[in-house]
């Protein structure tokens, strides 16, 4: 968005009388163009009385996204707003921009406050704005916006005083925004009987105020507006570039409308006896310079849109002149591009736009006012538009100007990176370690000064500047961090292929839920794939909790946003099995953990019949909830548990409560049986392995010959292991890892990525909706899978706790690669969902990373206190040294 500009001159200042004084704009929420038109029109009864006689009628083509953010700064600021927005949740404006409100000085505005807010927040410059808005909370019952709209409107014209008020100015704006049908929509879905009678209602509405403005001015100045801000699907959602979303109506009438505008041919129903009338067809931004047009008013300063010629019932000479001032306005935003780009030192030699500069600017100016003076007013129009097209070009090449740069700069700065972790990797044994000033890092110090200060003549923006030098620091490092030897060929190999497999296995599993049930029974397999000769009742246990979970997938995955998620009777099911599964086996946990967990369950089933009912809940019970979570987490560590098993049934035990305590639907039952599953898996291997041995005993065959696979670091004599061994394993556990933290994101009854969020999460630790609150439930609910994922391999593997800082290295270097590839699908146009889902999967993929480290040293501060050991099977275990004492 262009900056600093200057309004244009109005058109009364060129000398010309405007066809209407005042602009009456029905902003109907969320209604389709398919609505409007539907049955001949018939839905819309009393407005087909008007356009059956008098103005214009066609579709608006909405930009994405499709939100009311957009579709009303599209309708009164003339241009689309970056979808990227979309990461600050239509809540604030991250720049300030011109209106027509702020165009007309004087403007009355009245709707939601969530609309209105983006308006009345904008500096005004000393003009006359009102804005009056209202909050959903402010109504007993539904459906009661349009009426407090129109009842504003009727008092405000009311009062004598108001009314010589807007006789006195010269341009004035109303704005209605009216929210009932974008309600309707959401509750009872656009093609029902609902929604008819509410479109019926609101449009009977929109006439009535017609007349009250024909009846109070009574002087045919007065040019009205009927839009919309954006479409609705049958399912009552929008957002998306679907036609039901992007198509709209807009009904154009009273002073100054040319009732045979230009068209395409298209035609549209207009009545019942078969009438047709032409369908006209704009672009929703475009409906801002036709009101500015329309009341003599210059365009918004950062309107976007070109001026629809045909549509005013005017002089020639008064729509040639409206042409020239809307291409002066977005001249004055290519000025201001062009003279910053140019004022560079290196301009000259860099690309630019061929077919508009400053001085064919000076020509085409002179050229259009010596059409205008010599009366060639068709002329003037036809050269005034081609020159607005020509402006709307260059702005768009200039947006993107330095898009290419910045994508090899990133692609440059993320391989410095992945090459900092390789170097790492591969000087794990080694302390020898390159100086800083060498060579190679004086030469890139010196090349990056010298890029710094041609971008710095050169003017380039600052954040600009920053991004495009960012690879120099990085290789720096990454030349720093290499080490002087043991960078042998097959180590990176071997890691490519990890991380390709691995990485390619959780692009899948974020398309699609067959990726992850692939990969998580192919990995399952090849864990315990020697129990299929040996089958025990324990292998078949666990064989029948790897095919649940893998029917659990596809049921979140594909139904997670279509199914409602809230089923109270599952979230019982899943508080006995908390309390069942440690009795079934035999757990010993202290009496205070029995009393206080059942004693927190038994209060959720009374909180969960408070909600459901809609009864008081009761403050002080919100506080022992969250007194709970602080006491199963704080009592783990301090906990008389004198083994690393009890300590893992514990950590189990308490995280699964307070996992329940979150739950609405069967995210809990999946969390226990895919912990249950996890350490069932260790028990398998370790009985698979004990039996491998004694047939090798038996059979008197070599030590040497005995292979030591995934988990033989359970075994009480540690062997010297190779780097690639050392590799190999690092990177199956860190692949393991992550999978179970995807499959416990998409089992948590919520979007992995946030798209949908279920409030009920929160439903027992706030009474009142507050987004800070139940963000922070969300981030507890999400983290408590992981922590007891890592708590499992913490407690059973020692490689796990003696080599954690290599496995975060394959983790880092794993979602790095990830949001690599991701960063190339970013997307900051179309569809708002593929756009936040862009933007969001990155960000997700980078802050995976820490994520996991915070779990994992989560579940190492879990397992303080006691000695570890490697529990192998029920009765044996063997007694470790110190965690972090390192086995290399």
Known sequence: MVVNLEPQNTIRQMGFRPPADRAVVFVTDGLRANSFFRNNCSSVPDLQELFLHQ???????????TMSRTGHIAIFGGFMEDPSVALYYFQKNPNNFDTVFNRSRAAFVCGDSYVTQYFENLPTGGAHLTFESFKNSDFSGAFEADEWAFNRVRNFLSKEKNVETVRQEETYVFASFLANLDISGHNDKPDTKRFREILLSTQKGIRDTYELFERTFNDSRTVYLLTSDHGMSDMGVHGRAWRSHTEVPFFFWGAGVNREAPNNGANFTADNSGLQLPLHNLKQFELASLISAFIGLPPPMNNMGILPLGYMNVTAEYES???????????????SVLSHHEAGYFSKWLPRFNDLDLTRIKAYKKEIQRHLSLGWFTEAMEQSHHLAKLAVECLEFYENYYRKALIVTTVLSYLGWFYIIFAKQARITSKLQKRFFTMSTVALCALGLTLAQLMILQQVPCWTTLFLILPIP???LAI??????EFFVLKPLMQVFWVVSTGGILIGFIRDSRFIIGAFLMARYAYNRQGFCHPSFKFVVWLIMTALISA???????????IDFNNDHLVYCSMVLVLLRPLILWHRHAKCFWIL?????ALEVYGIYLRTTKQLFPEPLHCIFWAYILF??????FSNTKSAKDRLELICFNLCTVYTLFSTHLESIFIQLMAAEHLMGFHVHADLQRLKRKKANDANEDDEEEEADINNDNDTTVKPMSPLEHLNRSYYYSGLFLLYTFLSFYGNGHDAYMHLIDTNTARLFVTNFSFVIISLTIAMKLLIGPIIVMSIMFAMSAYVRQNLCRILLCLTLICNVLSFCFFFFVQNRGDMREVRFSITTLIVVHGCVLILMVCSFTAKLLFSGIPMTIILWDNESVIETQPGESQV
Do not use: M
């Open 552 to 562: 659990f997938i596809p049921y979140f995955y594909y139904y997670n946003g279509v």
């Open 597 to 601: 967990n059942t004693g927190i369950l």
């Open 474 to 476: 990085i290789w720096i």
């Open 321 to 335: 002149h409206a042409a020239y001032l809307n291409a002066l306005q977005l001249l004055a935003q290519v000025t």
């Open 55 to 65: 103005g214009i009628v066609g579709i608006a083509h909405c930009g994405v996204p």
């Open 632 to 637: 199963a987490l704080i009592s783990i560590p």
């Open 480 to 485: 720093r961090e290499s080490p002087i030897k």
